[in-house]
């Protein structure tokens, strides 16, 4: 079975919450910050990954010679 993809808004606002939290020192035991803090890796990475294939989707047209160029984005020429 093919896994659910999260939602970019919804991880991201998770991993500002954990932020928020982790910032609030007070209340948050040793043990609880570190499940916080691998929490948001977790989701720092889920996040990069799918922007990462974003990336990868966007294409740029050019008008060139009265005809329409598809020509893969890149970051770097930006």
């Known amino acids: ?5 999260e939602n970019f808004e919804d991880l991201l606002k998770r991993l500002e ?3 928020t939290k982790l ?10 910050s ?5 929490e948001g ?3 720092s990475q889920k996040c990069n990954k799918q922007i990462e294939e974003a990336e ?4 740029i047209l050019i008008k060139e ?3 329409i160029k598809e020509e ?3 970051p770097d020429e930006v």
């Open 56 to 59: 990868k989707k966007i294409s």
């Open 17 to 19: 919450e954990i932020t």
């Open 72 to 74: 893969n984005f890149n």
């Open 41 to 43: 890796i977790v989701i």
């Open 1 to 5: 079975m093919k896994e659910k993809k």
């Open 23 to 32: 910032e609030n020192e007070e209340g948050n035991s040793l043990e609880e």
């Open 34 to 38: 570190m499940k916080l803090f691998e």
């Open 65 to 67: 010679n009265d005809e």
